[in-house]
Each structure stands twice: as structure tokens, then as C-alpha cells.
């Protein structure tokens, strides 16, 4: 399938190399002290002209002495680290964003770094690497394979063998790498919608007790400036992209973000419009996870089908046949049409809001028990986990009926013996609506109870009474003084069941022997300030 082609944004990745042992750092510090400190040079790599600087910098690496703890001598008297920036020639690159910063630093087992109040503490070596360096990449807007191909060439005219970065080692990992695609303004309104992918992203979990998550939706710059979608994102931990993405491995953050500039810039320039993209997350790892730069490839497939996906969901032309469709070009993003990308997925992410809907209205529907219900209402009101024997005590119930209810649920909520929660957000919102909905109905059938009382203490007749009843029952005011016209307001908004409501109250209002008329041409009040007139609901019954 033929998409847009995504481009290269943030990247981050240690690389190690050990196949020449401490040489490359030795021959860093060779190349510093013979430039006087600095050196400055220019290489074309495919067709194109950068620029190479090496420097250098203070280091906190202990000292080893004459040589390291594995017999290598060690002639320098103080160590530094080296840093080699590597930029595209500014006749190229007018924006001057198209760069990486290679450190480097050395490596050996037991090594020590020197904190600020003198205390030492291990620097961390992998175990088998043995001696050799890291190179911590850093830069923007570069194809993430062309890191290694580029710290090569550079490292070749700042004078230093490039054999020494030929292969890094498998533990080299990955720590940030970002694609993206920028979108019209006028185009992306979908994207970060209340509705819109993002957003819905927040129901993308088995559970709200367990994994990460995280929604921003922030539309005011950092100089509190309105800009609707200015930064919107969803963060998901591994688990709860693999809700949308099956046989994606990687957590990610989708977002959808303006430039500073956005808001002061002609409608006309790149950073008047805003940038689809799908970042890395290294942080939400397992402790002992990491991804290596052997999984390159899958990573940037995940991410390039992340963006496709979420461009897809919101109904924006992915294949546009003209090439650029509702995509906006910049000095490294350049709208194509082409088959290197994988095929976006078709995200259902409303599978996980109605199965879990589905479930609440099993519930409800079937009817929970008087210990059920108690139980719902306690885990809303305490909004995280509590014990059975608190929700007894509570209640006054026997723990045992507690934990029974309980298992009678076991797809509304989570159970341990201690403790128990509902089993994610979203199930809690309906459960809390639901409650709200019980104690409203039970209000209001005290309230018509109250009210059909008053009505025969006043000496109204029975069916006279049905209608107040009838109001109180479905909130309703009535307001039927003699010289006006009578006005019904209901509490809520339009909804498909009022309709019934009211045609059910005209029955009621006949049944007492009252004009029809009158209740016809009533006039009918919403609690969000819409009117409407009683006869257009009895008209379509």
C-alpha cells in the first residue's frame, strides 16, 4: 500500500565500540592535543556537504593509574572526553537543524566516576564488553540508519582511523528516536479532537490499575496564547499499545504539536502548521529491557505505523494522488507518495470502551444486589483500591457476602484477597453514572411519594395526584399559573427518551380531567437553555 513518506525527527542512541579496546579514545586525545584543543573540517557524504568539529571536555572518570585494571597502559595524565559535532554545511541547511553530537567517553570494567562532594561511585560497564568506548549520539532530522555512516566520515578527516567505528557492539541501544509527517492546520483539527485518536488512546488498557498512562491536552503556548491542538499527546506503556497495535513491542508517546513560533509566524511557513509524530519511550521499560540498534528497523516500522494509523483514524488522505494532499512541507519533511512504509492499521479504539460498556450494562441490566450495589457505590466514592472488610464494615454486611457479590463481578472488577478496584477508568465512569442515576431515581420516587401526598392532603383527586407524581418522578417543574402559558422544564438535556416522558405525562394530564390544550401548547425548557413546544414530542408519538 502506498503512503506518505515520514521523516526523521529527535534520535538518541548509545553506541559501543570494543573491537579496538581504549585506541579510539587514545587517538581522540592525540588528534585534540596536536590541533591546539580543536580541529574543523568538511566531508561530503551521498551528495551532500557537512561539516565536522571536534572539541573537547572536562571529565569526572577516575584516574586508573599507569594502566587499567586489565593491564592496558594508561599515559594520559588527565582524562577528558571528546565530543564530535557533525552538522550539515549551512549553504545546505538553511534552518541549521540538521546535526548530531557524537560523546565519547571510555569504558572498562570497575572504572569510577567522582561525584561533586568527592565521593566515587561505579560507572556501569556491560558485562563481557571489556575495554573500549561509548559514543553517546544525539541529533535531529538525520535518517536514524546514517548515525554510524556519518561518525565514520567525520571521524576519517578529523584524523581518526574509522575502523574504529566500524561495528557497534550488539549492546548499542536506542534511547529516543521520533518520525513525523506535518499537517495543514485546517487538516489536523481531527487529530487532537475531544474524540479524535489521541484522546481515545486514554481507553487503550486492560486496566487503569496497572501499566502507564498519560493524555495532555494543553491548547495555550508557553506564552498562554489560544492555539486549539498547540501540544496534545497520549503516552502508552507496551501493554496498552499492543490494545491498538498487536504486535508492536515499544511504548510510545503519539502527539500532535505546534512550534513556539506558531502563533507569530504567515500562514504560509512551515511552522504555522503542526507535526504528527510517534517518539520512543525508553522510560517505560522494564528495568531490564532495552532496545538495541539491531531492532533499528522495528522501531522505525512501529513508529511510521503509529502515525499512518492515528493520520488514517482521523480521516486525513494518507495516499494522496497529488503527492502532498493535506501535508505541509519544511526543511526536512517533503510530502511523497511511496511504498516504503508499513500499512497503517485499522485502530478500533472505541473495542475497548463498548466491550467494557457492554459489560456494565450486563450488569445493570440483569439487576445487582443490594450488596453489589453497595459495593459499586463504595469503590466510586473511594476511587482507587479498598479491602472487602472495609466495604462490610461500611455497610454492615458480613464480609463473606461482600467477597461473594464480588466474584459475581469478576468482569467489573479487579479482586485480590485484600483488596479490590474497578477494573479500569472508563468502567468506573459508568458505574459512577450509574449510582448517580439510582440515588436520582430514588430521590425522585421519594419526591413523588412526597408530593402525591401533599396533593391528597390539599383534597386533589387521585389522578391529579398521578400527574405531580408523574413531575417529580422525571424532574420535571410545572409552571401553570392561570395567566400564563404553561411551562414544563426538565432538569436534563434533549434527549430520545424524553418524548416518552412527555407524552406519558399527557395521559397522566387527561386522565385528571385537565384541558388538552393547555398542555399542548405548553411550552418545554432544558437544563442547557433549549426550547421547544410540547406538541412537537405528542405530534411524533
Same mark, same amino acid.
Given at each position: 500500500?502506498?503512503?506518505?513518506?515520514?521523516?526523521?525527527?529527535?534520535?538518541?542512541?548509545?553506541?559501543?565500540?570494543?573491537?579496538?579496546?581504549?585506541?579510539?579514545?587514545?587517538?581522540?586525545?592525540?588528534?585534540?592535543?596536536?590541533?591546539?584543543?580543536?580541529?574543523?573540517?568538511?566531508?561530503?557524504?551521498?551528495?551532500?556537504?557537512?561539516?565536522?568539529?571536534?572539541?573537547?571536555?572536562?571529565?569526572?572518570?577516575?584516574?586508573?593509574?599507569?594502566?587499567?585494571?586489565?593491564?592496558?597502559?594508561?599515559?594520559?595524565?588527565?582524562?577528558?572526553?571528546?565530543?564530535?559535532?557533525?552538522?550539515?554545511?549551512?549553504?545546505?541547511?538553511?534552518?541549521?537543524?540538521?546535526?548530531?553530537?557524537?560523546?565519547?567517553?571510555?569504558?572498562?570494567?570497575?572504572?569510577?566516576?567522582?561525584?561533586?562532594?568527592?565521593?566515587?561511585?561505579?560507572?556501569?560497564?556491560?558485562?563481557?564488553?571489556?575495554?573500549?568506548?561509548?559514543?553517546?549520539?544525539?541529533?535531529?532530522?538525520?535518517?536514524?540508519?546514517?548515525?554510524?555512516?556519518?561518525?565514520?566520515?567525520?571521524?576519517?578527516?578529523?584524523?581518526?582511523?574509522?575502523?574504529?567505528?566500524?561495528?557497534?557492539?550488539?549492546?548499542?541501544?536506542?534511547?529516543?528516536?521520533?518520525?513525523?509527517?506535518?499537517?495543514?492546520?485546517? $487538516?489536523?483539527?481531527?487529530?487532537?479532537?475531544?474524540?479524535?485518536?489521541?484522546?481515545?488512546?486514554?481507553?487503550?488498557?486492560?486496566?487503569?490499575?496497572?501499566?502507564?498512562?498519560?493524555?495532555?491536552?494543553?491548547?495555550?503556548?508557553?506564552?498562554?496564547?489560544?492555539?486549539?491542538?498547540?501540544?496534545?499527546?497520549?503516552?502508552?506503556?507496551?501493554?496498552?499499545?499492543?490494545?491498538?497495535?498487536?504486535?508492536?513491542?515499544?511504548?510510545?508517546?503519539?502527539?500532535?504539536?505546534?512550534?513556539?513560533?506558531?502563533?507569530?509566524?504567515?500562514?504560509?511557513?512551515?511552522?504555522?502548521?503542526?507535526?504528527? %509524530?510517534?517518539?520512543?519511550?525508553?522510560?517505560?521499560?522494564?528495568?531490564?529491557?532495552?532496545?538495541?540498534?539491531?531492532?533499528?528497523?522495528?522501531?522505525?516500522?512501529?513508529?511510521?505505523?503509529?502515525?499512518?494509523?492515528?493520520?488514517?483514524?482521523?480521516?486525513?488522505?494518507?495516499?494522496?494522488?497529488?503527492?502532498?494532499?493535506?501535508?505541509? $512541507?519544511?526543511?526536512?519533511?517533503?510530502?511523497?507518495?511511496?511504498?516504503?512504509?508499513?500499512?497503517?492499521?485499522?485502530?478500533?479504539?472505541?473495542?475497548?470502551?463498548?466491550?467494557?460498556?457492554?459489560?456494565?450494562?450486563?450488569?445493570?441490566?440483569?439487576?445487582?444486589?443490594?450488596?453489589?450495589?453497595?459495593?459499586?457505590?463504595?469503590?466510586?466514592?473511594?476511587?482507587?483500591?479498598?479491602?472487602?472488610?472495609?466495604?462490610?464494615?461500611?455497610?454492615?454486611?458480613?464480609?463473606?457476602?461482600?467477597?461473594?457479590?464480588?466474584?459475581?463481578?469478576?468482569?467489573?472488577?479487579?479482586?485480590?484477597? $485484600?483488596?479490590?478496584?474497578?477494573?479500569?477508568?472508563?468502567?468506573?465512569?459508568?458505574?459512577?453514572?450509574?449510582?448517580?442515576?439510582?440515588?436520582?431515581?430514588?430521590?425522585?420516587?421519594?419526591?413523588?411519594? $412526597?408530593?402525591?401526598?401533599?396533593?391528597?392532603?390539599?383534597?386533589?383527586?387521585?389522578?391529579?395526584?398521578?400527574?405531580?407524581?408523574?413531575?417529580?418522578?422525571?424532574?420535571?417543574?410545572?409552571?401553570?399559573?392561570?395567566?400564563?402559558?404553561?411551562?414544563?422544564?426538565?432538569?436534563?438535556?434533549?434527549?430520545?427518551?424524553?418524548?416518552?416522558?412527555?407524552?406519558?405525562?399527557?395521559?397522566?394530564?387527561?386522565?385528571? %380531567?385537565?384541558?388538552?390544550?393547555?398542555?399542548?401548547?405548553?411550552?418545554?425548557?432544558?437544563?442547557?437553555?433549549?426550547?421547544?413546544?410540547?406538541?412537537?414530542?405528542?405530534?411524533?408519538?
Amino acid at each position: 500500500m502506498q503512503t506518505i513518506r515520514l521523516a526523521p525527527h529527535e534520535f538518541n542512541a548509545n553506541l559501543l565500540f570494543n573491537d579496538n579496546g581504549l585506541a579510539p579514545f587514545f587517538g581522540l586525545d592525540s588528534v585534540v592535543k596536536q590541533a591546539g584543543g580543536s580541529r574543523r573540517e568538511e566531508f561530503h557524504a551521498d551528495g551532500e556537504q557537512w561539516v565536522a568539529r571536534l572539541s573537547y571536555q572536562e571529565s569526572n572518570i577516575v584516574h586508573p593509574g599507569s594502566q587499567t585494571p586489565q593491564g592496558t597502559g594508561f599515559r594520559i595524565e588527565t582524562i577528558r572526553e571528546y565530543r564530535i559535532k557533525v552538522m550539515r554545511h549551512p549553504s545546505e541547511d538553511s534552518v541549521g537543524e540538521q546535526d548530531f553530537t557524537a560523546h565519547v567517553a571510555p569504558r572498562w570494567p570497575g572504572m569510577k566516576g567522582e561525584k561533586g562532594d568527592g565521593t566515587r561511585v561505579e560507572i556501569p560497564v556491560p558485562d563481557g564488553f571489556g575495554e573500549g568506548i561509548n559514543v553517546r549520539v544525539k541529533g535531529s532530522n538525520i535518517a536514524f540508519e546514517r548515525y554510524p555512516k556519518l561518525l565514520r566520515r567525520a571521524a576519517g578527516v578529523l584524523g581518526i582511523a574509522t575502523r574504529y567505528f566500524e561495528d557497534p557492539h550488539p549492546y548499542s541501544n536506542i534511547q529516543d528516536a521520533e518520525r513525523y509527517a506535518r499537517v495543514h492546520s485546517d $487538516a489536523s483539527g481531527p487529530v487532537h479532537a475531544r474524540d479524535g485518536p489521541l484522546a481515545a488512546m486514554g481507553h487503550l488498557l486492560e486496566s487503569d490499575r496497572s501499566g502507564y498512562r498519560k493524555v495532555v491536552q494543553n491548547d495555550d503556548d508557553e506564552h498562554g496564547r489560544n492555539l486549539p491542538g498547540y501540544y496534545h499527546t497520549a503516552t502508552l506503556d507496551a501493554g496498552r499499545v499492543r490494545e491498538a497495535f498487536p504486535d508492536h513491542a515499544l511504548p510510545k508517546e503519539v502527539k500532535h504539536y505546534y512550534a513556539r513560533e506558531a502563533v507569530s509566524v504567515p500562514d504560509d511557513h512551515p511552522l504555522a502548521h503542526p507535526k504528527i %509524530g510517534a517518539s520512543l519511550q525508553v522510560s517505560l521499560l522494564d528495568r531490564d529491557e532495552s532496545v538495541r540498534w539491531r531492532d533499528l528497523d522495528r522501531l522505525r516500522r512501529e513508529l511510521d505505523q503509529t502515525v499512518l494509523s492515528v493520520l488514517a483514524d482521523a480521516g486525513l488522505d494518507i495516499a494522496p494522488s497529488d503527492g502532498h494532499g493535506p501535508f505541509v $512541507a519544511d526543511a526536512y519533511f517533503e510530502p511523497a507518495v511511496d511504498q516504503s512504509g508499513p500499512d497503517p492499521i485499522g485502530l478500533d479504539l472505541t473495542r475497548v470502551e463498548q466491550s467494557q460498556e457492554s459489560v456494565v450494562v450486563r450488569h445493570l441490566a440483569d439487576g445487582l444486589s443490594p450488596v453489589q450495589w453497595e459495593a459499586m457505590e463504595t469503590l466510586v466514592t473511594d476511587g482507587g483500591q479498598i479491602a472487602p472488610v472495609d466495604i462490610a464494615d461500611t455497610h454492615g454486611r458480613h464480609v463473606e457476602s461482600v467477597r461473594r457479590a464480588l466474584r459475581e463481578m469478576d468482569d467489573l472488577v479487579e479482586r485480590e484477597y $485484600a483488596s479490590v478496584s474497578l477494573r479500569s477508568e472508563y468502567v468506573a465512569e459508568m458505574v459512577h453514572a450509574a449510582v448517580d442515576e439510582a440515588r436520582d431515581s430514588l430521590e425522585r420516587a421519594v419526591d413523588a411519594t $412526597a408530593k402525591a401526598m401533599e396533593a391528597a392532603e390539599r383534597g386533589l383527586n387521585e389522578t391529579m395526584s398521578a400527574f405531580i407524581a408523574w413531575a417529580a418522578r422525571h424532574g420535571v417543574d410545572v409552571d401553570d399559573a392561570r395567566e400564563a402559558r404553561m411551562t414544563l422544564r426538565f432538569k436534563g438535556t434533549v434527549a430520545s427518551n424524553v418524548g416518552e416522558s412527555i407524552r406519558e405525562g399527557f395521559r397522566v394530564w387527561k386522565d385528571a %380531567g385537565m384541558p388538552e390544550q393547555r398542555y399542548r401548547e405548553a411550552q418545554v425548557r432544558f437544563g442547557d437553555g433549549s426550547i421547544s413546544d410540547a406538541w412537537r414530542f405528542l405530534n411524533t408519538g
